[in-house]
């Protein structure tokens, strides 16, 4: 195990303590276009992908992947997974969108208890009695999308630009702009130079504020170590980036946060109405699994055909590098030959995986000898990637073996 100082112990203690016993994310924050792409799912493909809150591991259902396991250590993250599943079964798609897409309907708790609860197991059944009370459209945070500790972030981040810095209509313009230009000119001249104040960057940079996003000590640490400017320049450039070089109009990603609601035009795949009846007819495809990666994989037959590891490695990597190299020889193990992988890292090149030693087919080996990288995709995609957030994009061809 890898000695941590005090600073490290106790980050590693308050993201335990904060991500064990919350809701942390509220949908997605990675692009599943680009995954569509890097995967090219087809009906015989098998996939893990880690559940954040499971619009992707639905977005691959609508991609024809014949299974999707969505696996996750946090029984609320997977609970609110069931409840999407509860209600594609049991509602039609505009009582659906009004929870999903709207994040709020006064009906909320009737439709929960009239036509989804039934569907859920008694783990979720215990945490949404308790919770569905964040669909109602009651007290400041009035959508569900503000709900959990990423969107109580991004609540507190919207009040303070549109009060504090007086950036309701130009928000409102950026939101309105028809092309790039447009929205380069809004921010270049209404919101560029009100934003960036001492207090913002002071906010961005604490420990616990990070944590309410969902990124660990070691993930601040590598954008540290690796980017020019450390993490408030690398949060600024992404920042800019969706804003001034990307489409905003389709940008789901940070509409929502913005708006605290999708509109029926710029939605996930898995919210849109033509694609409903599709989704809860492959619905049986989806399997879902409180558990360890790790404890996942040993328990599944192989055969695993794609891998969605999203960004969880950073922190194994630092904190407890046994269970990287126990997850990674259990991936082997569950591989199907030609298998495919794919993760995100803060870091702008990921130091840690190439070198990991691992046992694979007997002997010890280098994990790096094991795949095959793809960078230039990678990159093409990662370019086009409306989340903008990561440092890296990561595809990898495994070896495969049957156990």
């Known amino acids: 195990m890898t000695r941590l100082s005090t ?23 990675e692009d599943p276009a680009l995954d569509r792409v890097a ?57 659906f969108f009004a929870l999903f897409g709207d994040g709020q309907t006064p009906h909320a708790r009737e439709m929960y208890q009239d036509a989804m609860r039934h569907h859920l197991t008694p783990t979720a059944q215990a945490y949404w009695d ?3 009370k964040f669909f109602r459209g009651k007290g400041w945070r009035k959508s569900f999308y503000y709900r959990g500790t990423s969107g109580l972030l991004a609540k507190i981040a ?29 921010y ?27 990124v660990p000590w070691p993930q601040r640490d590598q954008i540290t170590t690796q980017y020019p400017g450390g993490v ?24 929502v946060y913005f708006q605290g609601f999708y509109t029926p035009e710029c939605c996930p795949e898995y919210l849109r109405a033509e694609n409903f009846d599709l989704l809860r007819s492959r619905l049986p495809g989806l399997k879902l699994h409180t558990s360890k990666v790790t404890d ?28 990287l190299i126990e997850e990674w020889e ?25 070198h990991l030693r691992v046992r694979h087919r007997g002997r010890e080996v280098e994990l790096g000898s094991l795949l095959r990288y793809h960078p230039a995709l990678a990159a093409e995609l990662h370019a086009r990637d409306r989340v903008h957030t990561y440092g890296s994009f990561a595809i990898a061809d495994l070896p495969g073996v049957t156990r």
């Open 7 to 29: 600073r490290q112990k106790f980050s590693s203690r308050l993201f335990s303590a904060v991500h064990n016993h919350n809701l942390i994310y509220n949908t997605c924050w």
């Open 39 to 95: 995967l090219d799912l087809g009906p015989t493909d098998r996939v893990l992908v880690i559940a954040s809150a499971g619009c992707n591991a639905l977005d691959y259902l609508l991609a024809e992947a014949g299974e999707v396991n969505a696996v996750d250590v946090n029984p609320i993250q997977i609970s609110l997974l069931e409840l999407k599943r509860a209600g594609i079964l049991g509602l039609d798609h505009g009582s």
């Open 130 to 132: 308790k919770n569905i």
């Open 158 to 186: 919207i009040t303070n630009a549109k009060l504090m810095h007086r950036l309701r209509d130009p928000i409102q313009r950026l939101l309105e702009a028809k092309s790039i230009d447009e929205q380069r000119e809004v």
């Open 188 to 214: 270049a001249k209404h919101i560029e130079p009100r934003i960036w104040t001492p207090w913002l960057k002071w906010f961005l940079s604490r420990s616990f504020t990070l944590t309410l996003l969902g």
């Open 232 to 255: 408030i320049k690398f949060i600024r450039d992404s920042f800019e980036a969706v804003l001034c070089t990307l489409p905003f109009r389709d940008n789901y990603f940070w509409r």
């Open 296 to 323: 996942f994989l040993r328990s599944t037959p192989a055969g695993l055909t794609k891998f969605v590891l999203l960004d969880h490695m950073d922190w194994m990597s630092c904190v407890d590098p046994q269970a």
């Open 330 to 354: 259990a991936l082997l193990a569950s591989a199907a030959p030609n298998a495919r992988a794919i993760y995100r890292s803060a870091g702008l090149k990921v130091d840690y995986l190439d």
